[in-house]
T-cell receptor, first 111, second 115 residues
């Protein structure tokens, strides 16, 4: 079945540092891949997605590329801000549409 | 526009009691999903509706859990004979339902505590 493994947190960075949160997946067929974010006190919201191999999803300065050969979908941002402090979830969806989630990675950005 | 809403936001109950959790999806979304999230974990799929019918209920943990969506809009998740292990945040999401790649939009969740 489908699964997702993402980098354990917490991750603590200084403002303007480079961010990478690793995510790898297993799946049958060709899943869609997503990053969701949960800001403190708020609900889950989609950050970006990619639906086929080599697609790059991007939003708010974050990027992730669907790498079929390495079964990865790593999240990156060149310069993080304090407002990026949140929990980030990687997930995949197969033909059955249900999202399979990683455990989440907590990010704290210090000024 | 209005997002996904869930009521109540918090529910405290005693072991053995029955609870109902409600979800109002985004208007026009035909697909509706229930997940639950335990502390420190990612959400775990429970059930998915397309219209009024349950298209996939493979995530329901046992027969104490049941969900309905009688008119293809509002959904209710019902838990009988609650146990302490049912304590979690129950999340509802909806999507357009036209393609498997459609974005799922989440509600704020209902925090269930079973004493």
């Amino acid at each position: 079945g489908n699964s997702v493994t993402q980098m354990e947190g917490p991750v603590t960075l200084s403002e303007e540092a480079f961010l990478t949160i690793n995510c790898t997946y297993t799946a049958t067929g060709y899943p869609s891949l997503f990053w969701y974010v949960q800001y403190p006190g708020e609900g889950l919201q989609l950050l970006l997605k990619a639906t086929k191999a080599d697609d790059k999803g991007s939003n708010k300065g974050f990027e992730a590329t669907y790498r079929k050969e390495t079964t990865s979908f790593h999240l990156e941002k060149g310069s993080v801000q304090v407002s990026d402090s949140a929990v980030y979830f990687c997930c995949n969806a197969g033909n059955n549409r249900k999202l399979i989630w990683g455990l989440g990675t907590s990010l704290a950005v210090n000024p | 526009g209005a997002g996904v809403s869930q009521t109540p936001s918090n529910k405290v109950t005693e072991k053995g009691k029955y609870v109902e959790l409600r979800c109002d999806p985004i208007s026009g979304h035909t697909a509706l999903y229930w997940y639950r999230q335990s502390l420190g974990q990612g959400p775990e799929f429970l059930i998915y509706f397309q219209g009024t019918g349950a298209a996939d209920d493979s995530g329901l943990p046992n027969d104490r859990f049941f969900a309905v969506r009688p008119e293809g809009s509002v959904s209710t998740l019902k838990i009988q004979r609650t146990e302490r292990g049912d304590s979690a945040v129950y999340l509802c999401a909806s999507s357009l339902g036209q393609q498997r790649t459609d974005t799922q939009y989440f509600g704020p969740g209902t925090r269930l505590t079973v004493l």
